[in-house]
C-alpha cells in the first residue's frame, strides 16, 4: 500500500465498492479499505437488489450498478429483473458467492488499490480539511493520506471521527441476521399460496393490480402473512419480531434454496460494542426456532436446513451525516427532482420500528432526485458522504437506503471525489452540472418520465 492516493473510499459496502470503481475510471489513483474479507455489503448477503423501478416500470438506476448486474447474469449468478405488483415494485436476485467474485474482477480490471481487513481508527484534519487517516489491520497502523476521502461506512464513521455534524435517532431502525435455507420446494409452496391466497400478505399491493393465481406461482421473493407467526407460541426467547416472513430465491439454485431476512434485533445500536454485541447474540439465539417453524408450518420447507448465514447481523440506520441539504419525506413523495440531483430514488418509504413489529411504510409514486449537496457534511472539506449514511430525515433515509439507490449514489460520490482530486479542488466547490454530465455519459439515470395524475 502507497502512502498517498487520490482518492481514498472507506468502507467497501453497497455503495463503496461503486464509488471506489467511478473513480478510478475516471482516473484517479484510488484505496478502498474495508474491515470485512470481501466486498459488497450487504450485497453480498444474498439479498436480492431493490429500488431500479418505480410502480410503473421507469428505470430509476443504471450506470455501474446496471452494468454489475449484466455482469452477474453472464457469470450465472442474477436474474432479473423480476417486475411485480407489490410495492417493491422490481426485485433482482442475486447469488452472493457470485457477487463477491464479481465485484473483485470489476475492482481489479479499474485498478483499484483493495485494502481488506482494516478499518479508520482516527484522522487528520488540517484545519476543516481532511488530509489523512490511521487504519487499523492485522499488521499494526497505518497512516495513509489522500487528497479526497468517501465515506461510505454506513455509519458516517470518518465524518464523525473528522468532526463533521452528524445525526442519528433515539428510535433506530432495528437490523437483521439473514441466513441461507436449502432443500427447499417452492413449486410446493406456490401451491398451497394458490389454495389458500389469504396467507400472503398482500397488503402491499399497488393500486390498481389484481391478485391472480399466476401472482403466487414461480416468484423470487415471498412475503408469508403474519397469522402464521401469530401461530407461533413464544417460548422462551423465541421472539421473531417481524409482521411478514420475508424471504428470496437464490439464483442457480433452481428455486430449491432461498435467503431469509426475517430475524429482526430491537433496541440495537449499531454505533455501539456493547448493544451491537447484545443484539447479535439475540438474533443468533433466535436463529434455531424460525428454523424449525419453517420446517414445522410452511408448505415446501418441511425437510429444509441452514446453509450459511452473513457474518454480521444487516443494519437499516445508524448515522447520517448534517449536509449542505437534507432529503425529506416531503422531496421524496412529491418527486422532486432538484438542478443539483446526481441520483434517483424510487423505492417506497419503508421505516421499520424499533420498538415492536410494526413497520411505517408509505407507497411513493414515482422517482425522486437526490441532490449532491445530501453527500457533502458540514464542518468539514474534502470528503463525499456515500450510500446510507448521506443527509436526509429518518422517514427518507427509509427510501434511499435500499441497495440500487445506494449503488447509484456511490457512483456519484466516486465520480465527484476524482474529478475534485483532478482538478485540486474541494467537493464542495465542484460545479454540480459538470458532475452531471459525467454521470450520464457514464450511463447514470437523473430524470425520470412524467407519471399522469
Known amino acids: ?87 417493491h ?22 485498478g483499484v488499490h483493495l485494502r481488506l481487513f482494516s478499518q479508520v481508527v482516527a484522522v487528520q484534519a488540517d484545519g476543516p480539511s481532511m488530509r489523512a487517516v490511521t487504519l487499523q489491520g492485522r499488521s499494526g497502523r497505518e497512516r495513509v493520506e489522500g487528497r479526497v476521502f468517501v465515506d461510505a461506512s454506513g455509519d458516517a464513521e470518518v465524518s464523525h471521527l473528522a468532526g463533521a455534524a452528524v445525526r442519528s435517532s433515539d428510535d433506530l431502525q432495528p437490523p437483521s441476521l439473514l441466513f441461507r435455507l436449502e432443500n427447499v420446494d417452492l413449486n410446493e409452496l406456490d401451491d398451497y399460496l394458490v389454495a389458500h391466497p389469504e396467507v400472503f400478505y398482500n397488503r402491499r399491493l399497488i393500486p390498481g393490480r389484481k391478485i391472480t393465481p399466476d401472482f403466487y406461482r414461480n416468484r423470487d421473493f415471498y412475503l408469508v402473512h403474519e397469522d402464521l407467526i401469530d401461530s407461533v407460541p413464544y417460548e422462551g426467547d423465541w421472539m421473531p419480531y417481524v409482521d411478514r416472513f420475508m424471504f428470496s430465491v437464490i439464483p442457480g439454485t433452481e428455486r430449491r434454496a432461498v435467503v431469509v431476512n426475517t430475524l429482526r434485533g430491537l433496541f440495537v445500536d449499531g454505533t455501539d460494542s456493547g448493544s451491537l454485541t447484545a443484539g447479535t447474540v439475540q438474533l443468533y439465539r433466535n436463529l434455531p426456532h424460525l428454523v424449525s417453524f419453517f420446517r414445522e408450518r410452511i408448505p415446501g420447507f418441511a425437510r429444509c436446513y441452514p446453509a450459511d448465514s452473513d457474518p454480521e447481523i444487516q443494519l437499516r440506520e445508524t448515522r447520517r451525516i448534517a449536509g449542505d441539504a437534507t432529503l425529506t419525506a416531503e422531496d421524496i413523495e412529491d418527486g422532486r427532482t432538484p438542478e443539483d440531483t446526481i441520483a434517483l430514488g424510487c423505492y417506497y418509504i ?85 458532475i452531471r454530465r459525467i454521470l450520464q455519459h457514464e450511463g447514470a439515470i437523473l430524470s425520470s418520465p412524467a407519471v399522469p395524475r
Not at 475510471?25 to 470485512?36: C, S
Not at 447469488?95 to 467474485?101: E, L, T
Open 1 to 87: 500500500m502507497k502512502k498517498r492516493y487520490d482518492v481514498i473510499v472507506i468502507g467497501g459496502g453497497t455503495s463503496g465498492w461503486i464509488a471506489a470503481l467511478a473513480a478510478a475510471r475516471q482516473g484517479a489513483e484510488v484505496l478502498l479499505v474495508e474491515r470485512r474479507g470481501h466486498a459488497g455489503g450487504a450485497l453480498a448477503s444474498g439479498l436480492p437488489i431493490l429500488g431500479f423501478f418505480d410502480i410503473h416500470k421507469n428505470r430509476a438506476v443504471g450506470g455501474y450498478a446496471q452494468e454489475f448486474v449484466q455482469r452477474m447474469t453472464a457469470a450465472g449468478g442474477c436474474e432479473g429483473p423480476v417486475f411485480s405488483d407489490a410495492w
Open 89 to 110: 415494485a422490481s426485485s433482482v436476485p442475486l447469488n452472493n458467492a457470485v457477487v463477491k467474485s464479481t465485484i473483485v474482477r470489476m475492482l481489479h480490471e479499474a
Open 350 to 434: 419503508d421505516v421499520h420500528s424499533s420498538r415492536d413489529k410494526t413497520n411505517a411504510s408509505r407507497l411513493t409514486d414515482k422517482a425522486y432526485g437526490i441532490p449532491y449537496r445530501t453527500l457533502l457534511p458540514g464542518g468539514i472539506e474534502g470528503v463525499i458522504a456515500a450510500g446510507r449514511c448521506i443527509s436526509g430525515t429518518k422517514e427518507a433515509a427509509g427510501s434511499f437506503r435500499v441497495m440500487a439507490t445506494c449503488m447509484a449514489v456511490g457512483q456519484a460520490a466516486g465520480t465527484a471525489a476524482a474529478l475534485a482530486a483532478r482538478t485540486d479542488s474541494t467537493p464542495r466547490a465542484l460545479d454540480a452540472d459538470v
